[in-house]
């Protein structure tokens, strides 16, 4: 971490996490550069709260933090058996069903298994605020996932957790705003059915999106999961 200057902060999208992170490890390219951000460790060998000992890069915003994880493949996996995702305090165990991490042109890239830590012994542990999302990277083939490592994220869920949600800056209207000292803004869009409303009362030529300054909108998007 003291090697990053003042103000570095790791972001990913699940796009660049799988299509990028994990695809370069699994086929052993650019290691030294990867590993200085995402560490490989044995992530279910040990408790969540112990795993930031082995951080790389986290995202160091209070309401986001996140750490990241190349996690080997188990030895009983490699014999056909499933993975162990007890630790020494509690056990990790899967939520929902696993979904698929698409690129932006809509190619399949892998697959994502969120889970909720544990703590104390299966199946009457204590459910707590710690969560994990592993990704596995599909073959070339895309029929089948590789095994030899997965990427982890792992978060605290009183954490903000819109991973994925950028807000998309119009270039012209931040320039014309920077130029008079207006707060850039961003086009946060609007439903349907609000652009019928808004169109109806506006000008014949339609009526420009809904802007709001950006302070706004991460003050409202971090209420969301106070």
């Known amino acids: 971490m003291n090697d990053f200057p003042p103000g570095y902060r790791f972001f990913p999208t699940e796009e660049e996490l799988v299509g990028f992170y994990l695809q370069n490890k699994l086929e052993n390219k650019r290691e030294e550069d990867m590993e ?6 044995h992530v279910y060998s040990v408790d969540p709260w112990q795993l930031l000992d082995y951080t790389g890069v986290p995202s160091t915003d ?5 750490w990241f994880f190349f996690c080997p493949r188990q030895e009983r996996e490699t014999q056909g058996g499933r993975p162990s995702r007890t630790t020494p ?3 990790w165990k ?15 890239l892998g697959m994502k298994k969120s889970m909720v830590f544990y703590q104390g012994k299966a199946p009457i542990g204590t459910k707590s605020k710690w969560k994990l999302n592993e990704y596995r990277a599909y073959q070339e083939d895309g029929l089948q996932l590789r095994s030899e490592f997965s990427l982890c994220r792992l978060y605290n869920s009183s954490g903000l957790r819109h991973f994925d949600k950028r807000p998309l ?5 931040v320039e014309n705003q920077i130029g008079s000292n207006k707060k850039p803004t961003i ?4 439903s349907s059915s609000k ?3 808004s169109n109806d009362n506006s000008s014949s030529d339609g009526g ?3 802007l709001y300054p950006l302070d706004h909108i991460e003050k409202n998007e971090q209420s969301k999961f106070v």
């Open 169 to 173: 800056m119009n270039p012209t209207i």
């Open 94 to 108: 899967a939520t929902g069903s696993p979904s698929a991490v698409y690129s932006s042109t809509n190619r399949p």
């Open 208 to 210: 420009d999106p809904q």
């Open 187 to 190: 086009d946060v869009g609007v």
């Open 62 to 66: 209070e309401g986001d933090q996140q």
């Open 195 to 197: 652009k019928k409303r």
């Open 89 to 91: 305090s509690g056990y």
């Open 36 to 41: 200085r951000v995402i560490p490989v460790v």
